[in-house]
């Protein structure tokens, strides 16, 4: 069986201008990254247009360590929707190049479902991420000059700076670290520490911008820290708003490539789904539907995460309609839930599986919160049994849910052409279903307890004193109207990451409270989140090799 770079590398690749000419994109309005890769420029977005476009969210039940194939999905189902003749995008997030080194490997879909090119893409790319490095290291820059200087000092207390350094890599060294050692013209002392770029609230900024002078306005609302007499200081104070716009001149801009089938394929920003909304840009999105019928776009994790901050934040404060919503599920990461181990999931196991539906079962009512009765996509494994397949038919059908099975990872677009035909057809039923689950203008409180007790099934929410306080405070700066982006585990649909399948009467704790006023929500945190991963025991990078013709092995 062929590696996924060993397919995508066996593919024919198109020329960039061609799959432009399928979007009706004048090659003069292309900023070519080679022969395959290229730039949009934002004046193609057409507000009216893509008010008259079928926007479609893949998203999914819990992830396991198996993993479910969201990003494969969402590409196959791109696929099905040209070959059955609609005229189709998909648009997804950028990898970063920690998972890509690290355990997760990359994130171009798989099989033969795939953006290509594929090494591009989960290398350099276009270099978005690193823009967004220098223009979020350019900010923590500043503050230290700023600390250091007797003319023009703004008085921040360095205790009150949040704002960490951050690298594209997996690097647990660099979590928590003490700078300005070395006397008084190496800077003031303080702790701080590194976050990987996806982390960066500069990137979950970029993804709510809606043009370069929005962006320019949301970096300089980003939120530094206090004076010793507890004033407010932000990026604009410090005159950053400017140069760190310069540098994201480029990464503003939507990158154009192609599916294995030669179908257009839009990829642009990358935000983490666990702390930030988890999904590609505003303007990636709007490009998509000006420039096609249909798009497919896709959320990180599952539905309680990265689906409910695609709703309640970016449709919401980027005015998107989605039309239907497609829940990814595989047998065997229902049998996870129903509590098999990761070493049994190849055996059918009715009973397990079973047990598992109270997991898909969650996730189904999800999104029917807001408006949508969605597919169910059985994405395939060759161990998935007839009569397990059968059974989760069955179920589904009980729940008056449509299902289909996708093949997509082994036979492309005509592995998944049920699974287009279905969500066609749950578009005709429901042009105008979208409803957000909360009001911009309710208080934090109120918003974090509706998504609490309806997505995770939680029975209340408790704060520390920390976590109250500072949402006092964020109230009182006059940021009481942002959106909520509740930072959890994605392993459960709970705040523990130990408890599989659909858990209930649990409490919610929300430990802190961090402002991302730039990108125009705040962060209730649950628990502890990692926003600087560790390589593992063997990275991926241990694979990735090159040859002697500048051939790529390792990649997947």
Known sequence: MKSDIEIAQGTKIQAIVNIAKQLNIQEDDL?????????????????EKLKKSKLILVTAITPTPAGEGKTTTSIGLTQALNKIGKKTTVVLREPSLGPVFGIKGGAAGGGHSQVIPMEDINLHFTGDLSAVEKAHNLLAALIDNNLQLKKGNLGIDPRTVEWKRVMD?????????????????????????????????????????????????????????????????????LKAQGAMTVLLKDAIKPNLVQTLEGNPAIIHGGPFANIAQGTNTIIATKMGLTLSDYVVTEAGFASELGAEKFFNIKCQLGKLNPHAVVIVATIR??????????????????AALEKGFENLDKHIENMKHYGFNPVVAINKFSSDTDAEVALLDKHCASQGIVVALNDSWAKGGDGATELAEKVVAAIDECNFCFKPLYDLEWSFEDKIHTIATKM????????????????????????????????????????????????????????DVELSSGAGFIVPIAGTIMRMPGLP?????????IDDNGNITGLF
């Open 169 to 237: 890599m997996n690097e647990r060294a660099l979590r928590n670290t003490v700078i300005g050692l070395g006397g008084p013209k190496q800077g003031v002392p303080r702790e701080t520490g590194f976050y990987i770029t996806a982390a960066s609230e500069v990137m979950a900024t970029l993804c709510m911008a809606k043009d370069l002078q929005d962006l320019k306005k949301r970096l300089g609302n980003i939120f530094v820290g206090y004076t010793y007499d507890d004033k407010p200081i932000f990026a604009r104070d």
């Open 537 to 545: 025991s063997k990275p991926s990078a241990e694979k990735i090799d």
């Open 333 to 350: 990461a229902l049998k996870y839930h129903g509590g098999n181990k990761l070493a049994d999931l190849q055996n059918e196991d009715l």
């Open 31 to 47: 900023e070519l990254y080679g022969k395959y890769k290229a730039k949009l420029p934002l004046k193609l977005i057409d507000e």
């Open 456 to 511: 995770y099934g939680a029975k209340n929410v408790e704060y520390t004193v920390l976590a109250k306080n500072k949402l006092k405070k964020i109230t009182e700066l006059g940021f009481g109207n942002l959106a909520v982006c509740i930072a959890k585990t994605q392993k459960s649909l709970s705040d523990d990451a130990h408890k599989k399948g659909r858990p209930s009467d649990f409490t919610v704790k929300i430990r």
